[in-house]
């Protein structure tokens, strides 16, 4: 089995949220705010204030990316590229995320697009689906 390499997290070592902090954020997370379920799966993914859950994060990096949160969209795209927090390994999900990801700027995306090994069809595909997956919810497209 390959191993997973760590989704990348900020450099910087944030503090430990306070009870109180955390709360908060999953109330806003819960309201449907794009940043506190962003923050929220990233609390998850590095176990800040909550469990260290891979899965959970996958679930509210989802979430946010699927109201436009770029950064959300690109760490989909890197979970579908490694079948990284529960998702099954799918280059082309992770060329269509990181794809949207790009498209919203994210500078991360437009590089790792480059790493996913495909096929010139494998690659029409995924730009088809990404396609498709904005035409289906405009709100891929962030604001």
């Known amino acids: 089995m390959e191993a997973h390499p760590k989704l990348p997290v900020s450099s910087s070592s944030p ?30 993914d590095i176990g800040n204030g909550v ?3 891979h899965k959970e994060a996958v679930r509210w990096y989802t979430k946010a990316a699927e109201q436009g949160h770029a950064d959300a969209q690109y760490r989909l795209g890197f979970s579908y590229h490694y079948g990284y927090g ?11 995320w990181y794809n949207i990801a790009a498209a919203n700027g994210d ?33 891929l497209m962030g604001d």
């Open 15 to 44: 503090e430990e949220p306070t009870l109180e902090q955390t709360a908060k954020l999953k109330d806003a997370a819960e309201q449907g705010d794009a940043e506190a379920q962003f923050s929220l799966g990233l609390s998850y």
């Open 51 to 53: 469990a260290e859950d």
């Open 86 to 96: 529960g998702v099954i390994k799918d280059k082309v999900q992770a060329y269509a």
């Open 107 to 139: 500078e991360h995306a437009k590089r790792m697009k480059a790493w996913v090994v495909m096929t010139k069809e494998q690659i029409a595909e995924a730009e088809k689906l990404s396609t498709e997956m904005i035409k289906a919810n405009p709100k």
